[in-house]
Every structure is written in structure tokens, then in C-alpha cells.
């Protein structure tokens, strides 16, 4: 089973909001998944993410592949990370 980290899509028509989860590369976009670990939210200026990382970082040690979509956000939400930590201090 190949497991992919991926965009679950959930909100009303035009106003998109999607989960990130963990699921079955076989299973459809919207459909099973085996774990939601965060949440993306386009639509807010700027845009809002919020990852477990201790969730992601179990995925990504597990073997599962994010999409294309999910590695650059999380690319981004690293990036933001330790800005976010300068600002608390």
C-alpha cells in the first residue's frame, strides 16, 4: 500500500477548505484516508496552515510521499516556522 500525503477537499462551492491527510494512493480525493493531521485554508489573506508536525514527520518516516501540492506547503510552513518563533521571543 502506498500511502500518499495529500488535500482532502471540504468547505462550500467557491469557498474551498481542505484537511491534510494521510491515505491510500488508491482511494479517491475526498473519500477514506487513515489519519487528518492539519488544515488548509486558501481562501484566508494570507493564506492559514496548520500541521501537526509531529504527525508529519511520523508520515514522512513511514515512507508516505507528499503531492506536489503538500511539499510546497510544507515547504513554506517550515520556512514560517522559525519566523513565528523570533516573533514570540
Known amino acids: ?4 500525503i495529500r488535500l482532502a477537499r471540504a468547505g462550500a462551492k ?4 481542505y484537511h491534510v491527510v494521510a491515505a491510500d494512493s488508491r482511494s479517491p480525493r475526498d473519500g477514506k484516508f487513515i489519519e487528518a ?7 484566508a489573506k494570507p493564506h ?3 500541521i501537526d508536525n509531529a ?13 506536489e501540492t503538500v511539499g510546497q506547503l510544507i515547504k513554506e510552513h517550515k520556512r514560517a516556522q522559525p519566523a513565528a518563533a523570533a516573533a514570540k521571543a
Open 55 to 67: 504527525r508529519l514527520e511520523h508520515w514522512l518516516k513511514c515512507g508516505a510521499q507528499p503531492t
Open 48 to 50: 492559514k496552515l496548520d
Open 1 to 4: 500500500m502506498a500511502v500518499k
Open 37 to 43: 493531521f492539519g488544515s488548509y485554508d486558501p481562501t
Open 14 to 17: 467557491k469557498h474551498p477548505y
